[in-house]
């Protein structure tokens, strides 16, 4: 059976792919894509790194392995804790691999930290937004440290943009492509694997905050470093090139993105508000921000953050439900938002499970549907989903109740920005631009993404939620019930593909109850 390798390029655009590829400046992107496939892939909805990865690796959506953001809101209390890899409620691709004795080495891939003790290498993708380097405990097994302690995310701050900034943060991001490649080819050189996993997430940030120098027609357009879009795309693609050499022969490989991108606009819609001019809300007069969250993202310095976060996750926690749930008069709501630029959803104040509840359980899905509606017929909202219309599983209670997708004005999104006061919608003014997280960010998650693989697939829409069933199928391994099915069927592969196709693992009993005893060990089905 072949080996795979799977290179994920966060936010990686189909629309920029194809033709930088066209020109020639992406030639090792190229060569997989005339041997084999170039796809759009549809992400989750919405695209959100956290849930997106998750699908990726699991084959379930996210009603099923429950992961939804970077945080959830805690029943019967007004906050929000952190999530990380342990509540994830579905098998990853290293965990079926490792339970039939093949070995995976799994490099930076969003969702996965703490590290699993997998037969193999994992070094944890960022545990928190603020993490900017890993440490012995993103290391299994933790003696590999001295061997990736360079690894790094953003190691730059993204809150505060300015003068100089730009440049600053464009260096940083190709150095740090540097020390990847050779930490991810120094393991494929050394480790005997069947499945090679690695995610870069410079493509996701460069685009957040270069689009408007890259797109000419962006409203928010202004000179600046035009190409460093570009350039970022230009050097993943000799890491590309680098990483498929290094693997050698009898490897499938695959380029995943976990959604795409698209530039951000002038509009800013502030959903509270709205709530707010509607009914559904009312707010309190208190403060509707954390003094002690915007002086660490201020004072305490970026390459201290994610630590700082991981010794006080308790006090981090704290401080960002302060940021969401305070200055809300709570006994006169109905319905709130986290707004979430890159999660734009509504939370209905439900009695017995919120504190202050106001809505009966029994006029739940009435009050969801008729909200729904409000919500469509402002012209700033494209959709308002009920979860249950998105969302299938035993999972589905972590979801927001609603999921909204902003309109496009001429073809550039909305920010959703978080307000306690004032309009619901409004324009950015000339020196908010540059934009910064909580800030409006000037590049947006859009569907789809993308999927190249070194084979040829006849399946013309596939899904994130695919690629972990094409993996198993690829390297002749039955897999657990999934949402999706293998993209690569032919030949000797065409029987497991039928298997996983029907959702039936070929498991006898003993193995099927070591397996899930197992599971339950990593904190599975509790």
């Not at 994992?122 to 545990?127: E, P, Y």
């Not at 494929?188 to 069947?194: F, Q």
């Not at 039955?478 to 069927?489: F, I």
Request: negative net charge; contains cysteine; charged residues 25%.
């Amino acid at each position: 059976m072949p080996r795979f390798l799977l290179i994920g390029l966060d936010g990686a655009e189909p629309a920029l792919l194809g033709p930088w590829m066209d020109e020639g400046r992406l030639p090792n992107l190229a060569k997989l894509r005339d041997a084999g496939c170039f796809r759009p892939l549809a992400s989750t909805r919405p695209p959100v790194t956290f849930p997106a990865w998750t699908t990726c690796v699991t084959g379930v959506q996210p009603g099923r392995h429950g992961i939804f953001d970077f945080t959830e809101t805690v029943a019967g209390e007004q906050r929000i804790r952190f999530v990380n890899s342990t509540y994830r409620r579905a098998p990853a691709i290293w965990n079926v691999l490792t339970e039939v004795g093949k070995r995976s080495c799994v490099l930076g891939v969003p969702g996965t930290y703490p590290p699993e003790p997998i037969n193999g290498v994992m070094v944890s993708g960022f545990d928190s937004p603020v993490a900017t380097a890993v440490d012995a405990s993103f290391v299994h097994p933790r003696e590999r440290y001295a061997d990736v302690k360079d690894w790094r995310f953003a190691d730059v701050q993204e809150s505060h943009i300015g003068p100089g900034w730009h440049e600053q943060a464009l260096a940083a991001l190709l150095r740090k492509l540097d020390d990847k490649e050779r930490i991810a080819c120094n393991l494929l050189g050394e480790e005997a694997w069947d499945f090679f996993m690695v995610v870069f997430g410079e493509s996701d940030t460069i685009a957040h905050h270069f689009w408007l120098f890259h797109d000419p027609d962006s409203p928010r357009h202004r000179p600046g470093p035009q190409d460093a879009i570009r350039q970022i795309y230009e050097r993943l693609d000799r890491s590309v090139g680098e990483l498929v050499a290094t693997a050698g022969d009898d490897v499938v490989v695959g380029i995943v993105s976990d959604h795409g991108f698209g530039g951000a606009g002038t509009g800013v819609v502030h959903l509270n508000n709205w709530l707010a001019a509607q009914g559904y809300l009312r707010y309190s007069g208190a403060g509707g921000d954390s003094l002690l969250k915007r002086l660490a993202l201020r004072v305490v310095p970026t390459a201290i953050r994610g630590a700082l976060f991981r010794k006080l996750q308790g006090l981090a926690s704290a401080a960002e439900s302060k940021s969401r749930f305070s200055g809300i008069d709570w006994a006169h709501t109905t319905a709130w938002s986290e707004e979430l630029n890159y999660f734009p959803s509504i939370r209905v104040n439900l009695r017995g499970r919120d504190p202050q509840g106001q809505v009966d359980p029994e006029d739940y899905d009435a009050f969801v549907r008729d909200l729904c509606d409000a919500l469509e017929s402002w012209e700033v909202v494209a959709k308002a989903w009920p979860r249950a219309e998105l969302y299938d599983g035993p999972e589905i209670a972590r979801a927001p109740d609603i999921i909204v997708e902003l309109a496009l004005e001429d073809g550039y999104s909305h920010s959703c920005l978080r307000s306690r006061g004032g309009p619901a919608f409004r324009r950015i003014r000339e020196d908010e631009y540059l934009g910064g997280k909580e800030r409006g960010m000037t590049g947006n998650h859009r569907d789809p993404g993308v999927l190249m693989l070194s084979e040829r697939t006849n399946v013309m829409n596939p899904t994130l939620a695919d690629i972990a069933p094409t993996v198993l199928a690829a390297l002749g391994v039955p897999a657990p019930p999934m949402d999706g099915v293998p993209l690569l069927g032919a030949g000797p592969l065409a029987e497991t593909a039928a298997v996983m196709a029907g959702g039936t693992a070929h498991y006898s009993a003993e193995q099927e109850a070591m397996i899930e005893a197992r599971l339950r060990d990593l904190g599975y089905f509790e």
